[in-house]
């Protein structure tokens, strides 16, 4: 009788084994530390550099003081890695920059991206009026992610010129949290 306990320890051990061996441990020798940048763990920033990033097709604001929607679309070509927080943006119109605001309401959900998956984020703005200083002709939007600071990519903005709150002041325009792709 003693067949019967050995075949269970061993079922045990090996479940045991199989239990171990997939989803949570380190991999090629990793240190083991959560977070930062770089290395391409799973708790590591996504930079925009490892990511494909596709700016529109807006809804575009038709004239002065109507809203507009610009998407953005990003897709992970890397390891894995994390979108935590709010993405950054920056209008440019020659050597003015403006940096837009998280939209007050936006609460940010903490995304881990692996090669392939998609995330998204939409600005939304104020279309301005073509002259006067309440405007900015922003011909350049620049975005970045959080946690990867440096990392930029810059795309034309096409969408006319958007409102300011106030004479050379901040854009009215707000960035949305991320999403994933299909939520």
């Given at each position: ?5 050995l075949?269970?320890?061993a ?15 380190d991999?090629?020798?990793s240190?083991?530390?959560?977070g ?6 799973a ?8 990511l494909?990033?596709?700016?529109g ?6 004239g002065?003081g109507?809203?507009?929607?610009v998407p953005?679309?990003?897709?992970n070509?890397s ?12 209008l ?7 940096t837009v605001?998280?939209?007050s309401?936006?609460k ?12 998204t984020?939409?600005?939304t ?6 002259a006067?200083?309440?405007?900015l ?22 969408y006319g010129?958007?409102?300011l709150?106030?004479?050379g002041g901040?854009?009215d325009?707000?960035?949305g949290p991320?999403?994933?792709?299909g939520?």
């Open positions: 009788m003693r067949a019967a306990p075949a269970v320890t079922l045990a051990a090996a479940l045991l084994l199989t239990a171990c061996g997939s989803g949570g441990g991999d090629g020798g240190s083991g530390k959560a930062g940048t770089g290395s391409g763990k708790g590591d920033a996504c930079a925009v550099g490892q494909g990033v596709e700016v097709p807006a809804n575009v604001a038709p002065p109507d809203s507009g929607d953005v679309s990003l897709t070509q390891a894995p890695c994390t979108l935590d927080g709010i993405p950054g943006a920056v440019k119109a020659g050597d003015t920059s403006t605001p998280g939209a309401d936006a940010p959900e903490k995304l881990t991206l692996v090669k392939g998956e998609s995330a984020f939409t600005l703005y104020v279309r301005g009026g073509a006067g200083g309440k405007s002709a922003a011909k350049t939007l620049s975005i970045s992610m959080p946690g990867a600071a440096g990392d930029v990519k810059s795309f034309p903005w096409s010129p958007v409102a709150k106030s004479a901040a854009p325009a707000s960035v991320f999403t994933r792709a939520d």
